[in-house]
C-alpha cells in the first residue's frame, strides 16, 4: 500500500492513502459483477436494450458487494460467537441481514437456499444411485439384472439339479 505523510500544524505525523490496493484473493471477478450488473439493468430498462457499463462503474459495484459482504460476515461471525458458536450458519446470516437492516433480502435469499439444497439433495441421491448400482455389479459379476444364472448357485458355482 503506497503511503505520503503529512505533517499537521502540531508537529504529529498523519498518513494518507495515495492508492487503495485489494489482495486479488478478496477481489470479486470482474466479468462476473459485469455480468451481473448488466443483467439486471437490461431487466430494469424499459427497451431491453443492451446497456454499456464504464470499467470505474464496474470497479465501484465490485468494491461496494466485497465491502457488503466484510460487513455481513463480520455481522454475523458476531452473532455465531453470542452463540457460543465457532461454525457460521444460515441462520446467522439471515439474523445479521436483519439487524444491518436489510430485512428484505432474507425472504428470497431463503428461497435460493432451499432450491440449492433440493437440487444438492436430489444431485447427490441420483450420485449414490449410480454408484450403488456400480458397486452392486463389480460385486458380483455373476448376477445379471439382479437374477442368478441358471443352474448356478449365489456364487456362478454349477449346481446339480436335485431330482
Known amino acids: ?18 492508492e487503495k490496493v485489494v489482495p486479488d484473493a478478496e477481489e470479486l471477478p470482474k466479468a462476473i459483477v459485469r455480468r451481473l450488473v448488466k ?40 452473532i455465531c460467537k453470542e452463540s457460543k458458536r465457532q461454525t457460521i ?13 436489510f430485512p428484505e433480502f432474507v ?6 437456499l432451499e432450491e440449492f439444497k433440493q437440487k444438492n439433495a436430489k444431485r447427490k441421491s441420483d450420485s449414490s444411485k449410480a454408484k450403488e448400482a456400480k458397486k452392486s455389479k463389480t460385486e458380483d459379476p455373476t448376477m445379471e439384472n439382479g437374477e442368478a444364472h441358471e443352474n448356478g448357485d449365489e456364487d456362478g458355482n454349477k449346481v446339480a439339479d436335485e431330482e
Do not use: C, W
Open 1 to 18: 500500500m503506497e503511503t505520503t505523510a503529512t505533517t499537521t500544524a502540531t508537529g504529529t505525523a498523519t498518513a494518507t492513502v495515495a
Open 39 to 78: 443483467d439486471k439493468l437490461a431487466k430494469l430498462s424499459q427497451d431491453g436494450g443492451d446497456i454499456q457499463v464504464q470499467k470505474d462503474s464496474i470497479s465501484a459495484f465490485s468494491e461496494s458487494a466485497r465491502i457488503f459482504i466484510h460487513y455481513l460476515s463480520a455481522t454475523a461471525n458476531d
Open 89 to 101: 450458519n444460515a441462520e446467522d446470516v439471515f439474523k445479521a441481514l436483519e439487524e444491518i437492516e
Open 107 to 112: 425472504a428470497p435469499l431463503r428461497a435460493s
